[in-house]
C-alpha cells in the first residue's frame, strides 16, 4: 500500500490544522493506521493510532485532547484533527500502516509495516 500525507503548513499557536493520509494501492480497510513525527534533529514519535474499525484509537500523552485521529475506509483515507496546536508540534508528519494484528493500535513504529511522505507542519509562537 502506498501512503501520501498532506495538509501540513505555517500556523500560529492555538491553530487547528487536519491532515490526510492518502491510501493506494491496495484497501486499508483492515489495516491499523497510525501518525508519527519527527521534529528536528529528534527521533520520530509515535502521535496516535486507530484500529481498523475505528473502534478504539491510541494518542500519545503530549497529544491526547487536543488532536483526533479518523479513518474513511470507503475513501481510503485516514485524518488527524489537531487543534491548539503548539510550537513543540512543529514535525513532519507521517501515516503508517499496520498490516499485521490488525484490531490493535500500537505506539511503537516498528509495528508499522508501510510508511508515507511526510508532510510538514510549523508552528509559530
Known amino acids: 500500500v502506498q501512503l501520501q500525507a498532506s495538509g501540513g503548513g505555517l500556523v500560529q499557536a492555538g491553530s487547528s490544522l487536519r491532515l490526510s493520509c492518502a491510501a493506494s494501492?491496495?484497501?486499508?480497510?483492515?489495516?491499523?493506521m497510525g501518525w508519527f513525527r519527527q521534529a528536528p534533529g529528534k527521533e520520530r514519535d509515535f502521535v496516535a493510532s486507530?484500529?481498523?474499525?475505528?473502534?478504539?484509537?491510541l494518542y500519545a500523552d503530549s497529544v491526547k485532547g487536543r488532536f483526533t485521529i479518523s479513518r474513511d475506509n470507503v475513501e481510503n483515507m485516514v485524518y488527524l484533527q489537531m487543534s491548539n496546536l503548539k510550537p513543540e508540534d512543529t514535525a513532519v508528519y507521517y501515516c503508517?500502516?499496520?498490516?499485521?494484528?490488525?484490531?490493535?493500535?500500537?505506539?511503537?513504529?516498528?509495528?508499522?509495516?508501510?510508511w508515507g511522505q511526510g508532510t510538514l507542519v510549523t508552528v509559530s509562537s
Open positions: 503508517a500502516a499496520r498490516t499485521t494484528n490488525y484490531g490493535y493500535t500500537s505506539p511503537f513504529s516498528s509495528d508499522y509495516d508501510s
Open positions: 494501492g491496495r484497501t486499508i480497510r483492515t489495516y491499523v
Open positions: 486507530v484500529t481498523w474499525s475505528a473502534s478504539s484509537t
